[in-house]
């Protein structure tokens, strides 16, 4: 079994800046693609950034240049720094972890974390 465990989700002004982070845990062989997705009230989930586990990045259009995904792959860690933060960026933000574990591969999901940005 995987748990991926979010947290830095909150309220910010526009502008200001926030940082999530997801912490993978359980009988992980191997970790491979990590990212962050989101979902704004009434819209669908979209995705926001991925990173390999060899560091190779993917962002949305909206969200370059503001946001930075990284990873610390002995922690199983991925972040997300969040600067210049807009309201359009209000939503529900969730982890994703794909990899190996004792079970096999696994595909997973974090809880979510709400991120609020005030204009």
């Known amino acids: 079994q995987v748990q991926l465990v979010e947290s830095g989700g909150g309220l910010v002004q526009a502008g200001g800046s926030l940082r999530l982070s997801c912490a993978a845990s359980?009988?992980?062989?191997?970790?491979?693609?990590m990212g962050w997705y989101r979902r704004a009230p009434g819209k669908q989930r979209e995705l926001v950034a991925t990173?390999?586990?060899?560091?190779?990045?993917n962002y949305a259009d909206s969200v370059k240049g503001r946001f930075t995904i990284s990873r610390d792959n002995a922690k199983n860690t991925v972040y997300l720094e969040m600067n210049s933060l807009k309201p359009e960026d209000t939503a529900v933000y969730y982890c994703?972890?794909?990899?190996?574990?004792?079970?096999?591969?696994?595909?997973?999901w974090g809880q979510g974390t709400q991120v609020t940005v005030s204009s």
């Open positions: 990173i390999t586990s060899g560091g190779s990045t």
């Open positions: 994703n972890a794909v990899g190996y574990y004792s079970g096999g591969r696994f595909n997973y």
């Open positions: 359980g009988s992980i062989f191997s970790m491979n693609a």
